[in-house]
């Protein structure tokens, strides 16, 4: 069966659709303390945004690298812990394993973000400069 372009940028924008509501709705959650239900729905939305946008296989290849064992377990644990009803402690681990997963896209983002107008300047102020270098460099690659 033959894909053309039109059905994969379909599908790209569901994708970005459904990540995009994931994380609205994971920020919503948090802002109403931590609501299991919201964030039980933006984890799901995510994740599945994720296999939307860049596709099954690679999305089950990007979590299960050998190297990426520790941050997957945490980042999934989280999930699991958050829609079994334990959200602040499932929310910690998500956030630790995030990181831990995404740490090679951080430097390009931040890049990005400091050739923004007005946000590039906030990231230039004295406090804020040597943490957004830190979180900004990084040894390795994606």
Do not use: C
Not at 20 to 30: D, Q, W
Not at 67 to 85: D, E, N, S, Y
Not at 88 to 94: N, S, Y
Not at 97 to 112: A, I, T, Y
């Amino acid at each position: 069966m033959k894909i053309n372009a039109d059905e994969v940028e379909v599908g790209h924008e569901i994708g970005m659709g459904l990540t995009g509501f994931g994380v609205f709705f994971l920020f919503f959650g948090m802002i109403l303390f931590f609501d299991k239900a919201l964030l039980a729905i933006g984890n799901v939305l995510f994740v599945a945004g994720l296999a939307f946008v860049i596709g099954l296989e690679r999305t089950f290849r990007f979590f299960f690298q050998k190297h990426k064992m520790k941050a997957t377990g945490f980042f999934l644990g989280g999930v699991l812990i958050v829609l079994i009803g334990w959200p602040l402690i499932g929310m910690v681990l998500e956030i630790y394993g995030f990181f831990l997963l995404f740490r090679g896209f951080f430097p390009v983002v931040v890049g990005f973000i400091r050739r923004v107008p007005v946000l590039g300047y906030l990231l230039n102020l004295p406090g804020i400069r040597s943490l957004v270098d830190k979180v900004g460099e990084s040894n390795n690659m994606v």
